[in-house]
T-cell receptor, first 114, second 114 residues
Framework: AQSVTQLGSHVSVSEGALVLLRCNYS??????LFWYVQYPNQGLQLLLK??????LVKGINGFEAEFKKSETSFHLTKPSAHMSDAAEYFC????????????FGKGTLLTVNP | EAGVTQFPSHSVIEKGQTVTLRCDPI?????LYWYRRVMGKEIKFLLH????????ESGMPNNRFLAERTGGTYSTLKVQPAELEDSGVYFC????????????FGPGTRLTVL
């Protein structure tokens, strides 16, 4: 069975500081990996995904994540936080191949301080 | 193009009552998923439709939950009778057929059972 662990349910950074949200996964074979973001009163929006092409994946709004097989990690980073980045972020995994269910982590709430 | 829509956005009911949630996927998306997030927990998969057929219903909690997708368009999720532990946010997502299909999420329905 697949599982996802997000370290830190709440991360607080200052505007302009580095954002680092951690995600580790457990899977018998390398899965597809995703980061979703949920802004207040909105649905989940896909930030980026890893599907076995380049291990460094660039997403929307300046976010990127690096797939590290040896560490079973897929941490999300952004060099400089903006106030508009305040949201809840979810890491998810999915079995490779056709349309399968997503398995989510518990989410990390990002607060950006002025 | 319209995104995934869900109705209602909020529902407050008494224990023992019945509630029906509706999801309209993106037009042309054959795959439709239901997920649920109970407060403080991760988003969990409930079931997956391909057109009108249930592809995977392994996440359905018990037989008080009934999902339908007549005609392969919109879907309903009925909870009857509702229990306190059914409270949470119910998300619907849809995707096109094919490998790596991104799941597009609706804004969710917040269900409160009193």
């Amino acid at each position: 069975a697949q599982s996802v662990t997000q370290l830190g349910s709440h991360v607080s950074v200052s505007e302009g500081a580095l954002v680092l949200l951690r995600c580790n996964y457990s899977s018998s074979v390398p899965p597809y990996l995703f980061w979703y973001v949920q802004y207040p009163n909105q649905g989940l929006q896909l930030l980026l995904k890893y599907t076995s092409a380049a291990t460094l994946v660039k997403g929307i709004n300046g976010f990127e994540a690096e797939f590290k097989k040896s560490e079973t990690s897929f941490h999300l980073t952004k060099p400089s936080a903006h106030m508009s980045d305040a949201a809840e972020y979810f890491c998810a995994v999915r079995k490779r191949g056709s349309n399968y269910k997503l398995t989510f982590g518990k989410g990390t709430l990002l607060t950006v301080n002025p | 193009e319209a995104g995934v829509t869900q109705f209602p956005s909020h529902s407050v009911i008494e224990k023992g009552q019945t509630v029906t949630l509706r999801c309209d996927p993106i037009s042309g998306h054959d795959n439709l998923y239901w997920y649920r997030r109970v407060m403080g927990k991760e988003i969990k998969f409930l079931l997956h439709f391909v057109k009108e057929s249930k592809q995977d219903e392994s996440g359905m909690p018990n037989n008080r939950f009934l999902a339908e997708r007549t005609g392969g368009t919109y879907s309903t999720l009925k909870v009857q009778p509702a229990e306190l532990e059914d409270s949470g946010v119910y998300f619907c997502a849809s995707s096109q057929e094919g490998t790596g299909g991104e799941q597009f999420f609706g804004p969710g329905t917040r269900l409160t059972v009193l």
